[in-house]
Structure formats: structure tokens, C-alpha cells
């Protein structure tokens, strides 16, 4: 079975994986002077909140909004807001843990499934 994860491009700690983006339906919401249905890309990953070291992010309830750290190098890899946030495509994800792409690298790797 593949998985596609996701590395920290600093320290090259996995992250996330394919099963903990939020896929979302690309450019639902018009926004004013801007074109219509052209195709465009998304610059981020949107995470699920089941990512387990997003944890210190859910508890921080006094924060609505903020940045998004690697736990392990701690250097700044996107945003979160709980009233949501546009993704480049032009839809709105709520609540948005939103990673940007260009701080992470994929790889696809096998997986064995467990008996
Ligand atoms: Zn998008
Ligand atoms: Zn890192």
C-alpha cells in the first residue's frame, strides 16, 4: 500500500500524512474582481485536526488564531484559525489548519498493512 507523507523541508521530520488532509472542494466561493473557474492551485494543505501534535493548537482555546510550528524544529510551516481561512484556490476551509506547500516535502512510501 502507498502513503504519501509529508516532510518538514528543515528537519525532515514526518509530519503528516495523505490521511490527515482535509481535501476541500476547489474555488466554491467567488470573490469580487477575480475571475471565475480558473483553474487554480492550492498553496496549502489543509490538516485534519486529528494530527496528534496539533493537540497544543486545540487547547489554546484563547487563541482563535495563530501560526503553525513544527514540533520539532520550530520553525513557522503555516496558520491556523478556528473561523477558517481562503485557501489560494478561492474556497473558504473552517476551522483551517493550514499548512503551506513550499514549507513541506511529499514522498510516496509503501506502507505494510498490519494482519
Ligand atoms: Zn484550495
Ligand atoms: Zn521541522
Given at each position: 500500500m502507498e502513503l504519501e507523507v509529508y516532510r518538514c523541508?528543515?528537519?525532515?521530520?514526518?509530519?503528516?500524512?495523505?490521511?490527515h488532509i482535509e481535501d476541500h472542494i476547489k474555488a466554491t466561493h467567488s470573490f469580487k474582481g477575480e475571475e471565475k473557474g480558473k483553474s487554480i492551485q492550492c498553496n496549502s494543505h489543509f490538516l485534519s485536526t486529528?494530527?496528534?501534535?496539533?493537540d497544543s493548537y486545540k487547547i489554546?482555546?484563547?487563541?482563535e488564531k495563530g501560526k503553525i510550528y513544527?514540533?520539532?524544529?520550530?520553525?513557522k510551516i503555516g496558520n491556523f484559525c478556528w473561523h477558517g481561512s481562503r485557501c489560494s484556490c478561492g474556497s473558504y476551509v473552517a476551522p483551517a489548519f493550514q499548512i503551506q506547500k513550499s514549507k513541506v516535502d511529499s514522498q510516496i512510501v509503501i506502507v505494510t498493512p498490519k494482519e
Open positions: 523541508k528543515e528537519c525532515r521530520h514526518v509530519l503528516f500524512t495523505e490521511k486529528e494530527v496528534p501534535w496539533l489554546t482555546t484563547s487563541a513544527c514540533p520539532f524544529c520550530k520553525c
